[in-house]
């Protein structure tokens, strides 16, 4: 494993669709590397569903990524585009009146990036193909990026589907799949083992991490489960 004073690891997580334990697993592992000695960084660039607060309208997610970074971050640094409404990103930038381009988003993670943590996280709004505008999706920000992708599988049924498509278009947008996660969003999942042997012959790309169902979202019980050699390790 490489020292902590050398290893740099920037990872774009996406999903198989919304709520599937993104911002779960980006915590998780947000702790895995801060336990091995490691700084660590965290960006939601858009974030839909914000709430008020006296400092201002802030996500519950992004909240969470911020307080699990080790790199003191403002909110605005984590989150610089939070929407009201919890509906796709592009729409509710819309009723905002505001408007989302891939080239000034890229711009605020490059300013997070630079701050050269040993292990940054990006985490997406939903799945792959999530619009921004009526030409831009989340995809072009990750290509702007050009950083590998983590994908959380959310286990329930369909989830194969869902999981071989998305990472089909990760391969066809030139992106590297790094890995990818099992989490259980159904609790009565019939095969949960079946599917997620599945995957692992199917997806090109190692099971980082194999997260049972969880009544409430438990960080460290999370992070204990992360498998970081193929992250962390000097050939990553």
């Known amino acids: 494993m490489s020292q902590p004073s050398t290893l740099r690891r920037s990872y774009f997580v996406t999903g198989t669709d ?5 911002t779960l697993f980006s915590c998780a592992l947000l702790q895995a590397g801060a336990k091995a000695g490691y700084r660590t960084a965290a960006i939601k660039p858009v974030a839909a569903g914000g709430m008020q607060t006296p400092e201002g309208l802030r996500n519950y997610d992004a909240v ?19 929407l009201d409404l919890a509906v796709s990103p ?3 930038a819309e009723r905002a009146g505001r408007r989302l381009k891939v080239e000034r988003i890229v711009g605020f993670c490059h ?20 619009p921004l505008n009526d030409h831009e999706t989340l995809a072009d920000l990750a290509k702007q990026l050009k950083v590998p992708v983590i994908l959380v599988v959310g286990l329930r049924l369909g989830c ?49 991490a194999d997260i049972p169902w ?14 970081t050699k193929a992250l ?5």
């Not at 080790?70 to 610089?80: D, G, I, Q, S």
């Not at 409430?216 to 498998?227: G, N, P, R």
Request: charged content about 15%; proline content about 5%.
């Open 214 to 227: 969880l009544p409430t979202a438990d960080i460290e019980q999370a992070a204990a489960l992360v498998d």
């Open 160 to 208: 194969l589907n869902h999981a071989l498509l998305t990472a089909e278009a990760i391969y066809r947008d030139g992106l590297e799949l790094a890995g990818w996660v099992a989490n259980s969003i159904d609790p009565d999942m019939p095969e949960r083992a079946a599917n997620i042997a599945t995957l692992q012959k199917q997806l090109p790309a190692p099971l980082i």
């Open 90 to 92: 592009h729409i509710a």
């Open 64 to 82: 969470l990524l911020q307080a699990a970074s080790t790199e003191v971050l403002t909110y605005e640094e984590v989150n610089p585009f939070c």
């Open 111 to 130: 300013g997070v990036l630079m701050r050269r943590a040993n292990l940054t996280v990006i985490e997406g709004a939903g799945g792959w193909r999530v």
């Open 18 to 22: 919304t709520g599937v334990g993104k």
């Open 232 to 236: 962390f390790s000097a050939n990553a």
